[in-house]
């Protein structure tokens, strides 16, 4: 029943980080397509320096 019980806990515990997570990604997006509407170069700068850098870890992580 003890295992159980843990189980069960530790579910709803990553469940919960999971919402968390997403309310603060969701907030976080939010704060940026405000401000990004007022500059929105250096919004774009940004998206490309993320793009170039996860094509980076990806061929990285494939190699």
């Known amino acids: 029943m003890d295992e159980n019980v843990s189980m069960v ?5 990553g469940v919960a980080l999971f919402l968390f997570g ?3 990604m969701s ?3 939010k ?3 405000i ?5 929105p170069g250096f919004v774009c ?3 490309e320096i993320g793009e170039k850098a996860g094509s980076g870890i990806a ?3 494939s190699s």
Do not use: E, H
């Not at 806990?9 to 515990?13: H, K, N, Q, R, W």
């Not at 401000?35 to 500059?39: A, Q």
């Open 35 to 39: 401000w990004g509407s007022c500059n």
């Open 9 to 13: 806990l530790s579910l709803l515990t």
């Open 45 to 47: 700068i940004l998206c």
């Open 27 to 29: 907030d976080g997006l």
């Open 22 to 24: 997403m309310s603060s």
């Open 59 to 61: 061929c990285w992580c």
């Open 31 to 33: 704060k940026v397509a």
